[in-house]
Nanobody, 121 residues
């Protein structure tokens, strides 16, 4: 079965950094685009970033552009999100999700567990 296991969240001060990881299993990871989506308390989901299967095409939400970096290691079936210069408004539950079709269409068919990121002094 398809599984996506996110980890790496935690409590960090403003300006700090975290790296999230998402380990995929039960499917051919290297052939799928992947997404990071976050949901803040009382807010709707926001796609933070996406990366195509080979890591050649990448998108970022305007809110994180220049601060976050998405990457993947297909040999390890792992997706990453490096988050730098964190702001309180980055506080959210972060999910990895498998792309349905291209990353451009924003479709997602499988979601992993959420990992909590809290940015606070």
């Amino acid at each position: 079965e398809v599984q996506l296991q996110a980890s790496g969240g935690g409590l960090v001060q403003p300006g700090g950094s975290l790296r999230l990881s998402c380990l995929g299993s039960g499917f051919t990871f290297s052939t799928y685009g992947m997404n990071w989506v976050r949901q803040a308390p009382g807010k709707g989901p926001e796609r933070v970033s996406a990366i195509n299967s080979a890591g050649e095409l990448i998108t970022y939400a305007d809110s994180v552009k220049g601060r976050f970096t998405i990457s993947r290691d297909n040999a390890k079936n792992t997706l990453y999100l490096q988050m730098n210069s964190l702001k309180p408004e980055d506080t959210a539950t972060y999910y990895c999700a498998r792309a349905w079709g291209t990353i451009a269409n924003s479709g997602m068919d499988y979601w992993g567990n959420g990992t909590q990121v809290t940015v606070s002094s």
